[in-house]
């Protein structure tokens, strides 16, 4: 019995590890090699693989990433100075420009401004700027042209003390829908310490001049399903890290598509770990029936493995986005035919950070079309932006 005992768990070990064991890499490859051989003989001509069953892991991923694809998704862009108030100004930032809405023959765009040096966390005064878009607002400028630009003053200012966007109200994007103007912005409460979590609030205007009207709560907020580890003021250590957008939720971007409003945001999670694609970012999406809300985030989320910045567009019954730092999918454009689940459709360089797209361009003339130009932002120093301007440049057409 004794003996009996004794052999009848390792009977059971080895049937278990036996089980497991994967199938024999020359069956896996004879597998892959005979789906391969479904592609037609042009692909394999366009990619200059020989049509064998000796194909590298690089040849492979060509073929399952259909890296034949056409250039008609690719673009560069050159960037270039502004004139007028968006002109550099030694101690102001402007940066975060929203797209531009062209009103009569007016160009609106809506943006980050702020002023003063920025000191970082840890000072001991917590009335000192931590980043540069600490203790910002969101102004507005038009422009006849594009390139000269004329500030025109406050749109939303952050709230009284105590509201849930007293310390920041930053990075807006605009929406034009049945004749009313809507901001949607990241929002910060004081103190602006490490573990602080943002939100997303909306404003509202019969005018692109304002006044703006804000909503009196966030529309989106961070998940509530991480957990920070001690007492220290620092974001990496947690005991449990929780959803992709535990920390935070930036970049608000809103779209009405299909019948619905689209909330589109950036997500930064507690304890944020670093990947071979850099810093641990991806994108989600809040769908509501209503325009104020409320905004139930996507069981699909997180929807992209990379992006800072947001920069998406509706283009033939789907969902463009330009994805530019962080991840591992980072300097792509990608496209979903829901609005949901995206696909790399091309690899660019010198992509525009923090892209603001002219919405009077007709986005349904190519795929990139809605990347003619449009404004950018740049750092001149650790604390000073500036916005510029981005335009498409031709790229290689044989």
């Known amino acids: 019995m004794f003996r009996m005992k004794s052999v009848l768990p390792l009977v059971v070990l080895l049937s278990a590890v036996i089980g497991c064991t994967p199938s024999s890499p020359t069956q896996d490859q004879s597998s892959e090699e005979q789906s391969l051989q479904h592609y037609p003989d042009s692909v394999y001509d366009y990619l200059a693989i020989p049509k064998t069953d000796k194909l590298s892991a690089a040849s492979k991923r060509a073929l399952k990433r259909n890296y034949a694809q056409g250039p008609e998704w690719f673009i560069e862009f050159t960037h270039s100075d502004l004139k007028g108030d968006f002109a550099y100004e030694e101690g102001v930032t402007r940066r975060d420009p929203s797209d531009l809405i062209k009103v ?68 807006p994007q605009v929406m034009v829908h049945e004749g009313k103007y809507v901001l949607v912005y990241q929002t910060v409460k004081a103190p602006y310490v490490n573990r602080v979590k943002n939100q997303v609030g909306m404003a509202i205007s019969d005018s692109p001049d304002g006044p703006f009207e804000k909503l009196d709560a966030p529309i989106l907020s961070p998940s509530d399903d991480g957990e920070w580890l001690g007492e220290e003021d620092t974001r990496f250590k947690v005991t449990k890290q929780g959803s992709f957008d535990s920390h935070k939720v930036h970049d608000p971007t809103l779209l009405h598509y299909k019948g619905k409003f689209h909330l589109y945001y950036k997500g930064e999670r507690m304890g944020e ?114 916005i510029k301007r981005f335009d498409a440049k031709k790229s290689f057409n044989p």
């Open 273 to 386: 770990k670093r990947t071979f694609g850099g810093r641990e970012i991806k994108w989600g999406v809040a769908i509501s029936d209503k325009l104020t809300g409320p905004y139930t985030k996507s069981p699909y989320n997180p929807i992209t493995n990379s992006g800072h910045e947001l920069c998406v567009w509706k283009y033939d019954g789907g969902v463009a986005a330009l994805i530019i730092t962080d991840g591992p999918e980072r300097n792509t454009i990608q496209w979903s035919p829901d609005g949901i689940n995206f696909e790399i459709k091309s690899h660019i360089k010198g992509g525009p950070e923090a892209a603001g797209l002219d919405q009077s361009l007709d986005f349904e003339t190519g795929p990139v079309a809605a990347l003619k130009w449009g404004l950018t932002h740049e750092y001149v120093t650790g604390d000073w932006q500036v």
């Open 104 to 171: 009569g023959d007016t160009y609106y765009v809506y943006y980050t401004k702020t002023s003063g040096k920025s000191y970082g966390f840890g000072t001991g005064d917590p009335e000192k700027k931590v980043f540069p878009w600490d203790k910002s607002e969101v102004w507005y400028a038009t422009s006849k042209d594009g390139w000269t630009w004329n500030e025109q003053g406050l749109a939303v200012g952050r709230g009284e003390d105590g509201a849930y966007d007293d310390r920041s109200v930053f990075t």
